[in-house]
């Protein structure tokens, strides 16, 4: 009996301390970094940055995107040659650009289990496969190269939607805090629904 109850106890033991690591999120520190997609035709290059749980992603001098995870929204920003602005806010549902694999495991991890190790662009690795409740719900799995030499961040990221792997490295990582004004929402701002109705009112014009 006492050891029945000795092992019953050791279970109960590890399914909490399992049930607590499965519900557990990213503990990465602020940092900005070059994300490289990678594919058949070659790679696309683009600056990402990290702040708390949110990313922004620049995908060109003229337009970027901030996923705003504690809200549950994004944001498409375009700057023109008049240095005017414009910003378009949206739900995930909504935002069909091409996503981020960073932003990609930013919620709440659902399962998460070690994969062996390796060595990427010179980082010695941690390999996890992950399954992560996105901004929109939707769980999403991916797999992450964690580098031991810069706190545990991802130098690269495999993610699975739709039958379609996103993969991504990451260089030229510098650990801290980008600046806050890259992740300020504008005053103004439009809701992805109403987009028409701001193009017929230019067009009336």
């Known amino acids: 009996m006492r050891m029945k109850n000795f ?6 033991t590890f399914s909490f301390v399992g049930l607590g690591y499965a519900q557990s999120g990213w503990k990465f520190p602020d940092f900005s970094a ?4 990678q594919g058949r035709k070659g790679e696309m290059a683009m600056k990402v940055y990290l702040s708390g749980a949110s990313v922004r992603l620049e995908r060109s001098a003229a337009i970027s995107t901030l996923y705003a995870t504690e809200s549950s929204m994004v944001y498409n ?7 005017s602005h414009q910003c378009v806010s949206m739900n995930p549902e909504q935002a069909k650009m091409l996503p981020s694999p960073l932003e990609l495991i930013q919620g ?4 998460r289990v070690a ?3 390796e060595v990427v662009d010179g980082h010695n690795t941690k390999i996890e496969d992950v399954t992560v409740a996105g901004i929109d719900g939707k769980m999403i ?3 992450v190269w964690l580098a031991d030499d810069v706190k ?12 379609i792997t996103l993969r991504a490295i990451y260089r030229d990582i510098v650990v801290g805090s980008p600046d806050k004004a890259l ?3 504008p005053v103004r701002c439009t809701p992805f629904e109403k987009m028409g109705q701001v193009a017929e009112s230019k067009v009336l014009k």
């Open 34 to 37: 070059t994300q490289v997609f």
């Open 7 to 12: 092992l019953r106890a050791v279970v109960l």
């Open 141 to 143: 799995e991916s797999r």
């Open 152 to 163: 545990g961040i991802p130098v690269k990221i495999e993610s699975y939607i739709q039958g």
């Open 115 to 117: 994969a062996g190790s």
């Open 77 to 83: 920003l375009t700057s023109y040659p008049d240095n």
């Open 183 to 185: 992740f300020e929402v």
């Open 108 to 111: 709440k991890i659902v399962k």
